[in-house]
């Protein structure tokens, strides 16, 4: 579990991809390898990855993780080359602050970044889905995990598959998206809550999603005609 507070930028030293998947190397994070052990799960760019190799010091402290073929479908991290930097986030203690919301990073999709513009020392970035299927998880002032960042949405837009968010001027410094160019992808997790929410209620309706909600609304306008007669 994770909070989508970006704990440090790393820098990718290498990538080696093969049928099997993706060996990816990220230097330059000795920060977040102080407390680090094989088989931890740091989340990189938002998706959650497992440390197979580790130094402290090598590299100003590198890690590899290896990425399967789904990792690298889901996400844009087989789109990245190595001297990019990548957000790095370790797993949440128990123990500390919960500043972002929860985060599984287990990445739902890529969006395009279709827009920016500058608003004082804020930056708006929008956004695009390629299907609709997730936007009814995305609501004005919900969260939404961006590479790996917790983030408000500020705007929705349904019918286009369209969303906004604002990032302040520290937030740009800290993380990777503010760098990225229009055009690029980045990945996306939308609020777990939501999912299990939509879920329960679908449930308790009878199932069959859409279907099962129409199939309900009928039988409540079915019951009413009834009666009326």
């Known amino acids: 579990m994770f909070t989508g507070l970006i704990e440090h930028l790393g820098t ?3 990538l080696h991809r093969d049928a099997g998947g993706c060996t990816l190397t990220i230097s330059d994070s000795a920060l977040i390898l102080g407390d680090c052990h094989i088989g931890d799960s740091i989340a990189v760019n938002g998706a959650c990855l497992t440390v197979t190799e580790f130094d402290k010091e090598q590299q100003g402290g590198y890690f ?4 399967a073929n789904e990792t690298l479908a889901r996400t844009d991290l087989g789109d990245r080359t190595a001297g990019e930097q990548v957000n790095l986030e370790r797993a949440m203690l128990a123990h500390v602050r919960f500043g972002g919301h929860f985060v599984q990073a287990h990445v739902d999709t890529t969006a395009t970044i279709i827009r920016r513009e500058r608003d004082g020392d804020s ?4 956004f695009q889905l390629p299907d609709p299927s997730l936007m009814q998880y995305l609501i004005p002032k919900g969260y939404v995990a961006i590479d790996g960042v917790s983030l408000t949405l500020t705007e929705v837009n349904d019918s286009q598959r369209i969303f906004g968010i604002m990032l ?4 740009q410094e800290k993380i990777t998206l503010a760098k990225k160019a229009d055009g690029a992808r980045v990945n996306i997790e939308v609020d777990m809550v939501g999912k299990y929410v939509a879920k329960s209620v679908i449930a308790a309706l009878g199932g069959g999603g859409e279907d099962g909600i129409r199939r309900l609304v009928e039988k409540v306008v079915e019951s009413v005609v009834t009666k009326e007669k």
């Open 12 to 14: 990718i030293a290498s």
């Open 64 to 67: 590899k993780v290896w990425l």
């Open 123 to 126: 930056l708006r970035l929008w």
């Open 168 to 171: 302040i001027q520290h937030t």
